[in-house]
Structure formats: structure tokens, C-alpha cells
């Protein structure tokens, strides 16, 4: 719950993997197991060590929506689609894209507890690279994007994910997937996070 997709000039930079090739685990009891299943592979923070849960009593909570002409805003709190051992008492992810110039990702949110890593993923189709602490591209020098954050609560580390070829996924995306996963820092129980994504300058 909670996640979005962002295009940049007509090329997805940050995905949804979408599913991988039907098997009978995908259909089984055992479905979650599956990666692109997970909501850690999806654009959405782990909390505490703890992803989302399925069933229906994990869900989102107080939307909001407005739209203008040079500016889109939406945000809602994410804490309900977690389970008890995320240690979450609310989670409030916001989303404001401005047209023509950035996309901004916000979370702020309080826990009970502090007791285990808690981290803001994101799911990439287009390399990623950490220039210097606070920057990391996506995608090519010329024509990529800036993730711009606070290295001071932030620490981010990229994983490549190999597709294989016989995968329903890779006649989509290719050889290569990647994650990229900012730390929180510290053991505070409340924090004000903040993402931008822009065009490199």
C-alpha cells in the first residue's frame, strides 16, 4: 500500500517489478515468499526489520489528494499495513510531483520501539550510482535522474538484482534489476524523511 511508479521522459526509472512467471507457488499459500511479491521490493519503507502484510485488515489509512495545474500532492498513512511487530504508530508517506521540475517523497512518522533497521526502498530500472553522500544517479550522466537526500539520516547501498532469461520478467526489464536502500540512522522513534528526484543538472 503506498506504492508509485515514476516515468521520466517516456522511460520507467522507478518501477513496479510486476509479477515473474506463473508456477503453482504463485498460487499457493506460499505466494508472499515470492520477491516480487514482497512490498520490500516495492517503493515502500521496511519498518523496524518489517515488511507490509497481506490479509485484509492491513491497509492504508486517510488519503488525500489534490491536483493543480503545475502541481500533483497525494499522501496517506501506511502504518495499518503493517503488522504489530513493525512497532509503527503512523506513517505518513507523501507524494508531490512538480510538473517539469521534481518529484518529491516524504515520510514522517513516530514508532513505539526502535528495534531494528528501518529502511526506504526503492525499486530501479535505470543504474544506480552514489555520486557523493547526498546524491545518487540514476541512469546516465547526461539525461539521468538526481535522488538528492540527507546523509546526516540517510545511508543508502544499492543491490543489482540478476533476471534470469527464461523469466517472464526479463523480456521486460532485461539482464538487471536494482534496490536501493536508504538506512535510517540512528535510534530515534520519530523522523521527518525526505527524497527529491530531479533531472540532473
Do not use: C
Request: glycine letters at 6%; zero cysteines; a negative charge.
Amino acid at each position: 500500500m503506498g506504492t508509485f511508479i515514476l516515468y521520466y521522459n517516456g522511460t520507467p526509472a522507478l518501477i513496479d517489478v510486476g509479477v515473474d512467471t506463473y508456477t503453482a507457488k504463485t498460487f499457493s499459500k506460499e505466494r508472499y515468499s515470492i520477491w516480487t511479491m514482497q512490498s520490500g521490493y516495492h517503493n515502500l519503507p521496511t519498518i523496524n526489520g518489517v515488511d507490509q502484510k497481506d490479509g485484509l485488515e492491513f491497509k492504508a489509512k486517510n488519503s488525500s489528494y489534490t491536483a493543480e495545474k503545475d502541481k500533483v500532492s497525494y499522501s496517506l498513512d501506511i502504518s495499518s499495513a503493517y503488522p504489530k511487530e513493525a512497532k509503527v504508530e503512523n506513517w505518513q508517506r507523501s507524494y508531490t510531483l512538480l510538473r517539469g521540475e521534481k518529484f518529491e517523497i516524504s515520510d514522517s512518522y513516530t514508532l513505539s520501539e526502535n528495534v531494528g533497521d528501518t529502511q526506504l526502498n526503492f525499486m530501479a530500472s535505470l543504474e544506480p550510482k552514489i555520486i557523493k553522500p547526498g546524491i545518487l544517479r540514476l541512469g546516465q550522466r547526461k539525461g539521468g535522474l538526481s535522488m538528492q537526500y540527507d546523509p546526516e539520516i540517510l545511508a543508502p547501498t544499492i543491490e543489482t538484482i540478476t533476471i534470469e532469461e527464461d523469466s517472464r520478467l526479463f523480456s521486460i526489464w532485461g539482464e538487471q534489476l536494482y534496490r536501493i536502500r536508504f538506512k535510517v540512522l540512528g535510534s530515534t522513534t520519530a523522523q521527518n524523511l525526505n527524497i527529491t528526484v530531479e533531472p540532473e543538472k
